[in-house]
């Protein structure tokens, strides 16, 4: 049971982060599609935001987009969490001081010991790394 719940909240936080998919731009040219390595190749750069100087238009779109998508991603992923909480159990327990920032280096770490999940949609692989980075306070039923 708790299993189908996980995956249709998962839905839900895939379907809420599509805006922040649109607004940006990767090799795939269908951004719904943007595997965890080209999230990396993408990202990885940006996600330093107090090193990450872009010299051309392109680099600050992609580092934009980068910021854009993981935000939405992670508000759709906060939003299952929320649901998860009202029928008793959570997803992760997220620090409401975790920032963007934190949130992609964490992903392309979690990308760089997982290279057998680079296939993977961008939207499961940061899910997976927030969990790994912050797991449930408890097993049991939240209160």
């Known amino acids: 049971m708790k299993t189908a719940i996980t995956r249709t909240l998962l839905g839900l ?3 809420a982060a599509v805006p922040a998919f649109a607004a940006t731009n990767t090799s795939t040219d269908n951004l719904l599609d943007a ?3 080209e999230y990396a190749s993408h990202c990885r750069v940006s996600a330093r935001f107090d090193t990450w ?3 051309t238009i392109a680099e600050a779109v992609d580092g934009a987009g980068c910021v854009f998508f993981t935000r939405g991603v992670m508000g759709g992923l906060d939003m ?7 029928n ?3 997803l992760f327990d ?3 001081s975790a920032t963007v920032e934190q ?3 964490l992903t392309i770490r979690y990308i760089d010991r997982h ?3 680079l296939h993977v949609l961008t939207v499961y692989v940061i899910a997976e790394a927030v969990r790994e980075a912050f797991p449930p306070a408890s097993k049991g039923p939240v209160t």
Request: proline share 11%; charged share 25%.
């Open 13 to 15: 936080a895939i379907i």
């Open 35 to 37: 595997s965890a390595l």
């Open 53 to 55: 100087n872009p010299t």
């Open 80 to 86: 299952a969490n929320e649901v998860a909480k009202r």
């Open 88 to 90: 008793g159990y959570s």
């Open 94 to 96: 997220r620090p409401d």
């Open 103 to 105: 949130i992609m280096l």
């Open 115 to 117: 290279p057998e999940e």
